[in-house]
C-alpha cells in the first residue's frame, strides 16, 4: 500500500507571494490533517479535514487555509506569505477506524523556506 | 487548553543502557500517541494507547498509559545506536471519532557506543 505523498517536497518563496501545497492520502483514508513543524514552536496542528470538510482548525491566521476534494485529495494554501512561515508542513491520513492501531500516517513533508 | 509535556528535551545514553521518556498531559483524553522522528525526515508511527494500563513494546521500546495520572511513558532497554532519534509524544484533544493531535517538544535521544 503506498504511503502518504506529499508535493512538492521543497519550495522556496519570498515574502508576500502565496503556496500551495499538495497531499495524497493512503488510500481509503478519508482524513487528513496537516501539520507546521518549526524549531521553536515544534509541531503543530493546522487544521483536520473528512469528507470535504473542515472538523477542525488550528490556532493559526486566515492565511492559512485548506480544502479536501472528493477522492481524500488535500491541499492547503499560504497567502501573504511571512518569513515566519518558512517550515516543515507534514501532511497525514488515517482512516480512522477506531480500532486499537488507529492512527495518522505523516507524509515526507514539504520544505518551505520564505526569503 | 491541551499542554503536552515531555522530559527530558535531551537524552544522551550509551549503547546498552535503560532509560524512560516521560509524556505528562493535562486534560483528559481517549488516546495517546508516539512517534519517531529521524533527522530531515517524517514521523514514524511506534505505538497508540488506547486505554488506561494499555502496556505495548516493540523490540527495545515499551510504552505504557496511565490515564489517572495522565502519564505515558516509553522505556528504552539495552539501547543501541539504531535508537537514535527524536521521540514525540502526542494526545488527541477532539474525540475519538476525529483528529487533532497536540504534540510534546520532542526528545532527542543520541545513543553513543
Known amino acids: 500500500k503506498a504511503g502518504v505523498t506529499q508535493t512538492p517536497r521543497y519550495l522556496i518563496k519570498t515574502r508576500g507571494q502565496q503556496v500551495t501545497l499538495s497531499c495524497s492520502p493512503i488510500?481509503?483514508?478519508?482524513?487528513v490533517s496537516w501539520y507546521q513543524q518549526t524549531p521553536g514552536q515544534g509541531l503543530q496542528f493546522l487544521f483536520e479535514?473528512?469528507?470535504?470538510?473542515?472538523?477542525n482548525k488550528g490556532n493559526f491566521p486566515g492565511r492559512f487555509s485548506g480544502r479536501q476534494f472528493s477522492n481524500s485529495r488535500s491541499e492547503m494554501n499560504v497567502s501573504t506569505l511571512e518569513l515566519g512561515d518558512s517550515a516543515l508542513y507534514l501532511c497525514?491520513?488515517?482512516?480512522?477506524?477506531?480500532?486499537?492501531?488507529?492512527?495518522?500516517?505523516f507524509g515526507p513533508g514539504t520544505r518551505l523556506t520564505v526569503l | 487548553e491541551l499542554k503536552v509535556e515531555q522530559n527530558p528535551l535531551f537524552l544522551s545514553m550509551q549503547e546498552g543502557k535503560n532509560y524512560t521518556i516521560y509524556c505528562n498531559y493535562s486534560?483528559?483524553?481517549?488516546?495517546l500517541y508516539w512517534y519517531r522522528q529521524d533527522p530531515g525526515k517524517s514521523l514514524e508511527s511506534l505505538f497508540v494507547?488506547?486505554?488506561?494500563?494499555a502496556v505495548k513494546q516493540e523490540g527495545r521500546l515499551m510504552a505504557s498509559l496511565d490515564t489517572k495520572a495522565r502519564l505515558s511513558t516509553l522505556h528504552i532497554t539495552a539501547a543501541v545506536h539504531d535508537l537514535s532519534a527524536t521521540y514525540f509524544c502526542?494526545?488527541?484533544?477532539?474525540?475519538?471519532?476525529?483528529?487533532?493531535?497536540?504534540f510534546g517538544k520532542g526528545t532527542l535521544l543520541t545513543v553513543n557506543p
Open positions: 502526542a494526545v488527541c484533544n477532539s474525540g475519538g471519532s476525529n483528529y487533532k493531535l497536540t
Open positions: 494507547l488506547l486505554s488506561n494500563g
Open positions: 479535514y473528512f469528507s470535504e470538510t473542515q472538523r
Open positions: 486534560t483528559t483524553s481517549d488516546r
Open positions: 497525514a491520513s488515517s482512516s480512522l477506524s477506531g480500532g486499537s492501531t488507529d492512527t495518522q500516517y
Open positions: 488510500s481509503g483514508h478519508r482524513s
